[in-house]
């Protein structure tokens, strides 16, 4: 063992620069993290092993800690397994190195136990069981804590979402960008940050210029226009005439239009001509915009549109410093900005004067970084909410902002004025798929309108009839019907993973089994049954105080297996969240909030909630659930309902 103890510190010392500084049990960066405490055991065991203080730069990483799936077994770690792969001594294994930690692990923390059992494998994997006492005193305290969440340095964040196509109906595919982009700001202010939702709505390009021109061409006064489906009707006219258009002329006007509304002040054609384009686009973006808040409220999406014209007074200045520095380069006509040798350039403005995407992205982005009259303020950290189809163009356009010195991980040069040590991150998902696998686009009108798919699932929702999950007497009213419906499509699509494409289904999206929306409703509004059923009971959010933690620390030495299930499973909430966060999946936020619904609804079939010496403990559980799965559902951007 001495022998084992040598190489064992010879490996420690290697390890140096591995691991982070985590020393109490509820430090302020993971205040209620079952993983963070059971790692700061861990790093307890390794630091009395060596002498020599240890710098941790990686430890929850590296300490491996993670849930098991195995029974009789809470949480496991494949520290050991890592420093046998990294210790110079070959014939060193895993289980000897896990055996010695495990002599040196310290099982409870400031007086308070909260290891019940720990082994090694024979493989070397630590195992650990959580005392019940622990369980239950952690799981009430961090849901009786309401103060805000931290991750330690708040950041400032602006998450770039949603972003439709203004003159085009939202369709099924711009469930993803919006759902998906409203939670991952959710999950960021609930852990400290300051987060700007904004949705960078496109109306200069193509799509919005192919409906002015046909508003032009047929002669249609754009007063008559009232709704987003007559908007729609005439794009979709637009579109068929761009593609028969022999001669040029129809894409000859779009083109001019697309010059109008991209130099408004500097107009190269009939003033009047640009008068009467400008009030059409004008009456079109306000159409648009109010029939996508429209459809965002029912989806409950936050979000402030920052629509391209915003920056348009930006894109001129921008292009002039950036020329001035050397950085854009002429080719083929076209001013670029060569990023690498592997990629294309970032083209930046065409030969006869108009802007691309990638401009108004490049101008957009400088002002987010630097501040400007559209965002006053400088961000840490960027992050795009797109499909994956667009990974080539904010690979570009990332790397132009290193290239042109925006970003401060390049070389510091002489004389540069600006430079931010920011974040950028493209946040991309997978598509949204028909029935027959092709991809939904407005484009091949293989799609179906999301506010169409919403008002069918209010309806189908009541065709349905969920009423008999429970036989209920109750009379739902049809706003209810329209909240679940809303909900059921809301949560099918954050439950997918995200980079994968999926497809859509109404009998996927509307199923009443399994991990879907109206599960988890149906649980929620359950547990509000229970409470109803007490006479003078109190409500969940009051149940809860100081001494019914004794209450339920007590009752958890004679817990039955599915109540500690429960409870170990409600202890887990924050490293979810956390996680979710981490990686911006909240599948994996759906996942857990349908295993603790699942294991309530076990809890509940096993053991009587009412009129049992239990009663008090077992209500505690109650309130502990309903407490994790409205606020999990309200991290996804989900009311819950209180009967079904």
Known sequence: ??????????????????????????????????????????????????????????????LGVRRSTQPKIDFQSNIALILAHRSPNTSLRPSEIGHTLLQNLPCESSGQRILEAVSVSSTGFLNFKLCDQFIARFVHEMVLDTHPKSTGESRSILVDFASPNYGKRLHVGHLRSSVIGDTICNLLEYQGHQVARVSHSGDLGSAIATLLATFVTEKVPFKSIHNDSQLAAMYERGKQRLAQDETGAFTSIVKQIVIILQHPENPSTDPKFCHEILDMWRHVCALSQHSYQRIFDRLGVKVQNRPESSYIRDIGPVLAELEKRGFITKSQGADCIFVSHQLPPLIVCKQDGGYLYATIDLACLYCRLFGSEVDSTQYDEIIYVTDQSQNLHFRQLFLAAHRVEWIKEISEKIGVQKQRNAKLRHVAFGLVLGPDGSKLSSRNGAFDYLEDLLDAAAIECQNRSILPLHKAKVQVETELFRRIGDAAVRYFELSQQRTRDYKFTWDQALTFKGNTGVYLLYACARLEGIQRKLQHASDYDTFLTHSTAEVLTAASMQWQSSERALALLLAQFEDEVSQATIHMTPHTLCDYLYRVASHFHTFYEDCRVVGVPEMNARLCLCALTWNVLTKGLKLLGIEPVDRM
């Open 1 to 62: 063992m001495r022998f084992l103890r040598c190489d064992f510190l010879s490996t420690l010392r290697l390890q140096k620069s591995l691991f982070l500084q985590t020393r109490t049990l509820h430090n302020k960066n993971h205040r209620y993290s079952v993983i963070q405490a059971i790692s700061s055991l861990l790093s307890e065991a390794l630091s009395s092993i060596n002498d020599v203080s240890i710098s941790r730069e990686k430890l929850t990483a590296q």
